[in-house]
């Protein structure tokens, strides 16, 4: 017989489970599970109250995970407690990474990352290295301490680790993606002499090489012509070996510079490039005969007493004076 106790009760059970079974299908449709059952009031522990208002706790029951993971052991832990990193690897920062790897220290247990100057850092033998310099940096002392520490484009190590510029060419510049030693020097003046960037060409002080220095000329103006030391005359003088003479100079007349020689008291001269000579004074080229020189002592030639052609009718011609006649005559 059932009594209203028990249909209480039964009522109470089948509402129950009836909205929870609604209530589980309609959470499974939003979340996209796969259907479940929900433990029913009776299974959860619970019944309807009595009437005396209490509940009266049912079995338990643990639920069953059919995706949990086995129990880890313990001989396959770490030092930290966790698993121990695969061959080739170690633990940094609670993660597995590559001993060859830079980042992480090259399996250092310090995991501090690898840094390389100028350049980018590898793993060689379990340890920092330098895989690559930056452009214009190399590594020349192999040691990964300072990285790529010498600078390629200082004259001392122009280019390459052992590339020292010479006095010459002192400036390292940038030629074609390296660096090369040059003389800095522009196109117009493309050698240097010294501190000086000069035309051998055309440089005076610098003719055809460095020291060569062209020597100053006298009524000259000195160039460098082709490398070639060249002086040019002033006007009213010309070029005779290596200087520059009158051009009224007895020594080097005409433009064969020929030396006029010397006349019977008298000095040679050149004019209008040809020789020729003047009289002494009180002498005098009187039969116009350039072999005798000035032939006539005006001083006591009674012909040419005093002058040319000037005959004393005495005969004589005293300090260029003709004596007179005798009385009488």
Not at 44 to 65: C, H, Q, Y
Not at 128 to 142: E, I, L, R, Y
Not at 265 to 281: G, H, I, K, L, S
Not at 290 to 317: D, M, Y
Request: aromatic content about 4%; some cysteine.
């Amino acid at each position: 017989m059932i009594t209203s106790r028990s249909r209480r009760r039964l009522f109470w059970t089948l509402s129950g489970s009836a909205l929870l079974v609604a209530l589980t299908g309609a959470c499974n449709a939003i979340l996209d599970n796969n259907a479940g059952i929900l433990v029913t009031t009776e299974e959860a522990g619970t019944f309807p109250a009595e009437d005396s208002g209490t509940s009266t706790p049912a079995p338990t029951t643990e639920p069953v995970d059919s995706g949990s993971t086995a129990p880890i052991d313990a001989a396959t832990l770490g030092d930290g407690g966790l698993p121990d990193c695969p061959a080739g690897q170690h633990r940094c920062n609670g993660q597995c990474v590559s001993t060859s790897d830079p980042t992480y220290g090259c399996g250092s247990p310090a995991c501090t990352p690898c840094v390389v100057a100028h350049g980018a850092p590898a793993c060689v033998g379990g340890a920092c290295a330098v895989a690559t310099c930056d452009p214009g940096f190399a590594n020349c002392n192999a040691n990964p301490a300072d990285g790529c520490e010498v600078d390629l484009s200082k004259p001392a190590t122009c280019g390459s680790c052992t590339a020292a510029c010479p006095a010459t060419t002192p400036v390292c510049a940038p030629v074609g993606g390296t660096y090369q030693c040059g003389t800095g020097c522009p196109p117009t003046a493309p050698t240097r002499c010294g501190d000086e960037c000069v035309d051998l060409l055309t440089s005076a002080n610098h003719c055809g090489t460095c020291p060569n220095v062209c020597a100053p000329v006298e009524n000259a103006t000195v160039a460098c012509t082709t490398g070639v030391c060249t002086f040019t005359c002033r006007p009213d003088f010309r070029a005779c070996g290596g200087r520059c003479t009158a051009v009224t100079d007895p020594a080097a007349c005409g433009p064969g510079c020929v030396v006029c020689p010397p006349a019977a008291n008298a000095r040679p001269t050149c004019a209008a490039d040809v020789c020729r000579f003047e009289c002494n004074m009180g002498f005098g080229d009187c039969d116009a005969l350039p072999a005798n020189g000035c032939e006539a002592n005006f001083a006591n030639n009674p012909a040419h007493c005093g002058g040319c052609n000037r005959p004393c009718p005495s005969g004589v011609c005293n300090a260029g004076v003709c004596a007179p006649l005798p009385d009488g005559g």
